[in-house]
Structure formats: C-alpha cells, structure tokens
C-alpha cells in the first residue's frame, strides 16, 4: 500500500458526460501529481500541484482540470468525456514541490470507461 | 519534448533466469526511477537512482545510472513468478517547469512466463 487513496476505482459514464477523480496523498506529501495511462500512450503526465498551487503542466487537454484542496487532497474534472478519454488515470504524491530528485509514490487509479 | 525509449517490450522468462531490460534517452536525466506494475493496481517504485554510475540494489533487483546520464538499466536475478508484471523505468529531466522536469515514463517491459 503506497498511502497513497485514489476513489472511485472505477467509473463508467457516457460521452459528453463529466466526472470527477478523487485523490489524498501520503500523509506528509504536499505534491500531487495526475497521470493518464493509456494502451498506446504509456503514463502520460496531466498536471501537478504542490501545496495547493499548480506547479507544472503537462499534455492535459482543455476539457481537464485539476485542484489542490487546504487539506492536500486533489480533485482531477473531466469534461465533455469523448471515447479518447477511456484510460487509466493515477495519481501520484511526493513530499516536496521540485519533482526532481524526488520519488513519486502511486495510488491504484481511477479506470474510466466512456462509452 | 523528453522521451525514454525503453526495452524489450516484452519478454518471457523462466523461473531462475536472469532478466534484463534498458531505458535509453536521447537527453540528460538528472534522475532514474524503475517501477513495477501489477495488472489493476499503481505503478510500485523499486529502485531510484540519483547519480551517474550509480549501482543500487534491492533484493534480487539491480540497477545502474548510466555514465552518460541517458540510460539506466535493471537485472532481475534469479526470477521467480512474481516477477511477472510490467516493468517501467522513468526519468527526471533538466530544468523544472512547464512539462519539464517532470517524471516521465517508458513504454514499459511486459514480463511474462515461459509457457
């Protein structure tokens, strides 16, 4: 167990649909960071926040978005889901704010299914 | 943008081989991490890696930071069949921001028993 929660497992819901992913890091970590895990795309970095900031921004379409509450937890929104946006969506929390040199510790995703 | 070619794709092993796979970037990572994944769960960190050369061990799990800072490699001694899984090395680029900086992830090596 990584400590670090991911809800729902998983999530079935329709196209144009919008659904949102919960994650709590390891108790400590103040950086959160959400992954998009496909078959043909591999682990995909969305985006990071640390302390309640973004921090960095990766290959998220403009339909995602993500917060940082006070109390650590982030909230991943999908939007207008289309058939695409079926994957694996993890979340990843670390202690510090500089993602280098750091080691990202994994919750068990979120396995979204648009249909 | 950064990216880790990772291999073989896949492998099969036999219980007591040897197993060996590489991560090769065509830039410099500060740091090299190599995770595990079992189906429906998060990717597991083995062994992080943080300076050029670099020899870590863990258990029966070995792994180097190249010289040149852009590959890494991991041996798995003696497999048993909890091995089986998929393997991911994942790196730190230069710079922090934007996407860089960022842990990015190989495609990952699929390890499967002998039939």
């Known amino acids: 167990d990584s400590g670090v929660t991911q809800t729902p497992k998983h999530l079935i819901t329709a196209t144009g649909q919008r659904v949102t992913l919960r994650c709590s890091p390891r108790?400590?970590?103040?950086?959160v960071y959400w992954y998009q895990q496909s078959l043909d795309q591999g682990l995909q970095f969305l985006i990071h926040y640390y302390n309640g900031e973004e921090r960095a921004k990766g290959n998220i379409l403009e339909r995602f978005s993500a917060q940082q509450f006070p109390d650590l937890h982030s909230e991943l929104n999908l939007s207008s889901l289309e058939l695409g946006d079926s994957a694996l969506y993890f979340c990843?929390?670390?202690?510090?704010?500089?993602?280098?040199?750091?080691?990202?510790?994994f919750g068990s995703g979120t396995q979204l299914s648009v249909l | 943008g950064q990216q880790l070619n990772q291999s073989p794709q896949s492998m099969f092993i036999q219980e007591g081989e040897d197993v060996s796979m590489n991560c090769t970037s065509s830039s410099i990572f500060n740091t090299w991490l190599w995770y595990k994944q079992d189906p429906g769960e998060g990717p597991v960190l083995l062994i992080a890696l943080y300076k050029a050369g670099e020899l870590t061990s863990n258990g029966r799990l070995t792994a180097q930071f190249g010289i040149t800072r852009k590959d890494s490699f991991l041996n798995i001694s003696a497999s048993i069949p909890s091995d089986v899984g998929i393997y991911f090395c994942a790196g730190h680029g230069l710079g922090y921001g934007g996407s860089q900086g960022n842990l990015i992830f190989g495609k990952g090596t699929k390890l499967s028993v002998k039939p």
């Open positions: 990843a929390s670390s202690e510090r704010g500089r993602p280098t040199n750091e080691k990202l510790f």
């Open positions: 108790s400590g970590d103040l950086s």
